[in-house]
């Protein structure tokens, strides 16, 4: 399978929705208690306007015939004057999916590349995500693509 990968756009919006609900089931079957399902994060009208902004720019990878089979949503961060934190740019992925009819032709892979040039070109000083645990086989494939923890996230449910 030849693979793609270019900035998303508004042809491909469909196929991004589709994703979407993909990527909130997974979360959905870990965590119902948090996560609706099936649902999406963003509209049609809002993915548009998302694809026109610069500083939230959004990749899709495709096969031979330009159809999406994943995408890598992200955002230009940079806290600039706090007392604590250094002035870093970071390139914060906010969402990457493979359609689960394309997983295991590396496509993931080949999303996680292209954000990764995309930081070193424009500038960005790392690149950060976050992942919920519930999510083994994500967790298991930024490993092995050289993420490490950042931080941890913790929680504590309160019974009811």
């Keep these: 399978m030849e693979l793609t990968v270019r900035r998303a756009m508004q042809k491909d919006i469909s196929k991004i929705l589709d994703l979407l609900i993909q990527v909130d089931m997974v979360h959905h079957i870990g965590r119902p208690d948090i996560f609706k399902g099936p649902a999406v994060k963003y509209s049609a ?24 089979l994943g995408h890598a949503f992200c955002i230009h961060k940079q806290v600039v004057d706090n007392s604590v934190l250094t002035d870093i740019r970071t390139l914060y992925i906010d969402d990457i999916c493979v359609d689960e009819d394309a997983r295991e032709n590396h ?16 500038g960005f000083y790392n690149v950060t995500l976050n992942v919920w645990t519930c999510n083994d086989a994500a967790i298991k494939f930024y490993e092995a693509m050289g993420l490490t923890p950042q931080k941890i996230c913790m929680e504590k449910i309160i019974d009811a």
Excluded: M, R
Aim: charged share 30%.
């Design 107 to 122: 496509v993931g892979k080949a999303l996680y590349d292209y954000v990764i040039e995309y930081a070193k070109d424009h």
């Design 45 to 68: 009208a809002e993915l548009e306007q998302i694809l026109k902004d610069e500083s939230t720019p959004v990749f899709v990878c495709t096969d031979e015939n330009d159809i999406p």
